[in-house]
């Protein structure tokens, strides 16, 4: 009883921290308290050993315990710009984001604020 309750605080915690901060988020398995898991399974497939972190293609830093695969965004999302005259481009190859103009996509846009 103690562990669903407990269980379920965690998804209501996961959920929460996801709509708080798309920038994170936890995948937390559907498992069995006897058996703990000795590796993870990312979306991809991937099976990876517990508390090693890796890097995904869609720039996001990702690690595994007992209770499931926590990842976060690694790219800096601009904010604070004009968005009427501007717009971001992103470089997968550096998990970078540029701000540019719609009308001179060669001119940068200042932007006030970075989200990590």
């Known amino acids: ?18 709509l708080c901060n ?4 936890v995948e937390l398995y559907d498992k069995n308290p006897e058996d703990p898991p000795d590796e ?3 979306l991809d497939g991937v099976t990876h050993k517990l508390n090693v ?22 790219a800096a999302i601009p904010g604070g710009f004009d968005t009427t005259k501007c717009k971001t481009i992103f470089h997968k190859d550096t998990c970078s ?9 060669d001119k940068e846009c200042p ?6």
């Open 40 to 42: 993870c399974r990312d």
């Open 111 to 116: 932007v006030s604020s970075w989200i990590l």
């Open 97 to 105: 984001y540029s701000v540019v103009e719609l009308e001179n996509p």
């Open 53 to 74: 972190e890796w890097k995904t293609e869609n720039c996001c830093t990702c690690s595994c315990d007992e209770t499931g695969i926590h990842c976060c965004n690694t």
């Open 22 to 25: 798309t920038q994170c988020y």
């Open 1 to 18: 009883m103690l562990q669903n309750t407990l269980l379920g605080s965690l998804v209501v915690f996961a959920s929460l921290l996801v």
